[in-house]
């Protein structure tokens, strides 16, 4: 757990930093009644020992608050199993190793910058964190990082993350050593959400390398303009003010279990990945990876709740599918909306195939069933022009037609 101390208001939920500490609480459980006490705090920090004091005045055990703290369990890949990594204000990323064992307290390779926004995959020890210029990751238990470069997460310098600013606010991540796949949501702006759904082959890596804790980290990574999905656009979507916050819950795949502190996650990688935006103007959902990813509110009514076109009762998740005939027809509009994909009227569409072999795209906006499988489709979407957006936004879904 962390405390700061405040040392001046900044507007109405918040306050200047000017000191935090780190403590390691041990709990222990009376087997009679299940309750829980408290049987020892151990204070870290960068002005105290390595080991831990047990006791800590006002100045804190750091000169500087505390942003975010992330653990992975034993269990996790190498470079992170079993260690809290801790974001301070001005002073980069610390680290508490062989947390139940013997912790210890130490400097990792960043040691400047204001990271407000750390997000962790224990399962492949894939370290995200928030700069002022975007999104940077690493792969070595935070020795290195290296940026990861869209629109949504401008350019900055390959060895250290630039400093937290107004860019990027909020950010999650969820990886699979198996499979590959990588997805990064990242939030931005007055609502601004965008999924980064890459893989680690693109990255030039290998799943298996990465959290055994072998891989060498690139320079950085562009992922391709079709990897790269918008969630929300704040101009032409929800304007909901800031997003403090992202999330992609656990999912039963898992290896290891969530636990958190402040902002914090344990993220492993599924097929089909719900993510939680939290807004200043409220919270919304979307569906990333695996179709399309859409946004919008949450309504429950006599416990079926539907959540941006996916339908869940009673615990049980049931994607909407869209299917077309062996050697039939059908518009690729049709699809969309069947996916729940909202799409403005007279929007121009544009459909490419990356499955040939089950089905062909035709004139751009019609798919066509050649033989029974998948169909997977990449599609661009532009809205028509306004007096208000005279240049609106291309965006781009990925979806799945299934063909019978």
């Not at 109405?12 to 709990?27: D, I, K, N, Q, R």
């Not at 928030?130 to 350019?155: C, H, Q």
């Not at 107004?166 to 931005?188: C, H, I, K, P, R």
């Not at 391709?224 to 999330?247: F, H, R, W, Y």
């Amino acid at each position: 757990m962390s405390v700061n101390k405040c040392s001046g208001n900044v507007g109405p939920t918040g306050c200047e930093t000017s000191a935090g500490s780190v403590a390691l609480v041990s709990l222990s459980v009376d087997a009679t009644t299940g309750n829980d006490s408290i049987s020892g705090i151990k204070y870290f920090g960068s002005e105290v020992s390595a080991s831990g004091v047990t006791s800590v005045t006002g100045s804190g055990t750091y000169t500087a608050g505390v942003n975010a703290i992330q653990y992975c369990p034993a269990g996790s890949a190498t470079k992170v199993a079993d260690t809290a990594f801790i974001s301070v204000s001005g002073k980069g990323i610390y680290k508490i190793s062989a947390v139940t064992s013997a912790p210890a307290h130490a400097a990792t390779g960043t040691t400047s910058g204001t990271y407000t926004e750390m997000k962790v995959d224990c399962d492949t020890g894939l370290i995200a964190v928030a700069g002022s210029t975007g999104v940077f990751m690493s792969i070595d238990g935070g020795t290195k990082f290296f940026e990861l470069k869209t629109s949504a997460v401008p350019a900055g310098n390959n060895n250290n993350p630039a400093p937290q600013g107004q860019s990027t606010t909020a950010l999650a991540v969820q990886a699979d050593a198996t499979t590959g796949d990588v997805t990064v949501a990242v939030g931005s702006g007055n609502g601004d959400v965008k999924s980064i759904e890459t893989s680690f082959t693109n990255m030039g890596l290998k799943g298996s390398e990465v959290a055994a804790g072998t891989a060498t980290p690139p320079a950085s990574v562009t992922p391709t303009t079709d990897q790269i999905v918008e969630v929300n656009n704040s101009s032409t979507g929800k304007n909901t003010g800031a997003v403090p916050d992202l999330e992609l819950p656990n999912q039963s795949g898992d290896k290891v279990a969530a636990a958190s502190v402040k902002t914090f996650g344990v993220r492993a990688f599924a097929t089909g990945v719900k993510l939680a935006v939290g807004t200043a103007g409220g919270a919304f959902k979307a569906t990333v990876k695996s179709g399309a990813t859409a946004s919008g509110g949450t309504t429950t009514s006599g416990g079926t709740t539907t959540t941006g076109g996916t339908t869940t009762t009673g615990g049980t998740t049931a994607a909407k599918v869209a299917t077309v005939g062996v050697k039939k027809t059908a518009t690729v509009l049709s699809a969309l909306k069947t996916l729940g994909v909202t799409v403005v009227a007279k929007s121009k569409i544009v459909a490419t195939s990356t499955t040939k072999t089950v089905c062909s795209v035709l004139t751009s906006t019609k798919v066509k069933g050649l033989k029974a499988g998948t169909c997977k489709l990449t599609v661009k979407i532009t809205p028509p022009a306004t007096a208000k957006v005279p240049k609106p936004k291309t965006t781009t879904k990925k979806i799945s037609v299934t063909i019978k």
